[in-house]
């Protein structure tokens, strides 16, 4: 599990979430036409921006085939394309026990 430094994310949490909603502003003023008929303007924005911000590190993640099958599952939910591991999992037997091994 990774570790993060909270001080340092409690400091930057705030300056991403100015930055966001900066953005969503002048997103409105470029294209006021956008969802015009929504009352959650906002929230459609910022979900989508939180989405485009994820996708590079999703793909590449997805590419190094490497995930669990929660990870994988949460992908395809998302239309991710996820790349099968390059080497199958076969099993051995070894002195009477079975032994996984990548080959």
């Known amino acids: 599990m990774y570790e993060i430094n909270k001080s340092l994310a409690f400091q930057t949490i ?3 979430d100015v930055a966001c909603v900066n953005a969503f502003v002048l997103w409105m003023l470029e294209y006021s ?3 015009r008929k929504k009352n959650n303007r906002r ?3 910022l979900l989508s921006l939180g989405e485009e911000m994820v996708k590079p590190h999703t793909r590449s993640r997805a590419d190094s085939g490497n995930v669990d099958r929660h990870t994988h599952r ?3 939910a998302v239309d991710v394309a996820y790349k099968q591991p390059a ?3 076969t099993v051995k037997k070894v002195g009477g026990r079975r032994q996984r091994r990548c080959v």
Do not use: C, I
């Open 33 to 35: 036409s956008w969802q």
């Open 74 to 76: 949460a992908m395809r």
């Open 87 to 89: 080497s199958p999992t």
């Open 43 to 45: 929230h459609l924005y």
């Open 14 to 16: 705030p300056h991403l």
